[in-house]
T-cell receptor, first 113, second 112 residues
Framework: TQLLEQSPQFLSIQEGENLTVYCNSS?????LQWYRQEPGEGPVLLVT?????EVKKLKRLTFQFGDARKDSSLHITAAQPGDTGLYLC?????????????FGKGTHLIIQP | DVKVTQSSRYLVKRTGEKVFLECVQD?????MFWYRQDPGLGLRLIYF???????EKGDIPEGYSVSREKKERFSLILESASTNQTSMYLC???????????FGPGTRLTVT
């Protein structure tokens, strides 16, 4: 069973600060997805990273896939209260099947005004 | 705009009751999934379906069953609800198990 470890589990910072959250595994994934889940809602896909070393930017959010495709990071610049939510990473195993998507337990992020 | 809907946002049931949770997607996706989400445990896959009338067990199928009679509809059934099934239940669909999953808003089920 492939495992994805997300850190930190909880993070509370002030508006305007920068932050980085991590998604790590000992396994190689063919791609990795990042989702954000707001309270009372289902997760929504933010980005998919596919190539080792790939960097994708989504406004103030920067996603990076590790060179070995075992880890990923999400960096938020100048965090805003609207960034509050649960950030989930999900690794895609090229083997497919339902086991093909492994979710981490998430990072709970709170941005205080 | 893609959409996954779930029959209820909040549900309160008594121990021993039979519970039906329904999920409908409008994207003509082959694959549909049922997860439960609990604090500290993350998302855990209960069952998934890759075609009409087809189902596969996920990581925690005990105490649950599913039904997929139509492509757009995937039902989760709790045959005899127990208090340890109190949870947030999320339905998702995807074009392929390797592609992004589209989630419904979730059903928060409380079993008393």
């Amino acid at each position: 069973t492939q495992l994805l470890e997300q850190s930190p589990q909880f993070l509370s910072i002030q508006e305007g600060e920068n932050l980085t959250v991590y998604c790590n595994s000992s396994s190689v994934f063919s791609s990795l997805q990042w989702y954000r889940q707001e309270p009372g809602e289902g997760p929504v896909l933010l980005v998919t990273v596919v190539t080792g070393g790939e960097v994708k930017k989504l406004k103030r959010l920067t996603f990076q896939f590790g060179d070995a495709r075992k880890d990923s990071s999400l960096h938020i610049t100048a965090a805003q209260p609207g960034d509050t939510g649960l950030y989930l990473c999900a690794g895609v195993d090229s083997g497919g099947g339902a086991d093909g998507l492994t979710f981490g337990k998430g990072t709970h992020l709170i941005i205080q005004p | 705009d893609v959409k996954v809907t779930q029959s209820s946002r909040y549900l309160v049931k008594r121990t021993g009751e039979k519970v039906f949770l329904e999920c409908v997607q409008d994207m003509d996706h082959e694959n549909m999934f049922w997860y439960r989400q609990d604090p500290g445990l993350g998302l855990r896959l209960i069952y998934f379906s890759y075609d009409v009338k087809m189902k596969e067990k996920g990581d925690i199928p005990e105490g649950y069953s599913v039904s997929r009679e139509k492509k757009e509809r995937f039902s989760l059934i709790l045959e005899s609800a127990s208090t340890n099934q109190t949870s947030m239940y999320l339905c998702a669909s995807s074009f392929s198990t390797l592609y992004e999953q589209y989630f419904g808003p979730g059903t928060r089920l409380t079993v008393t």
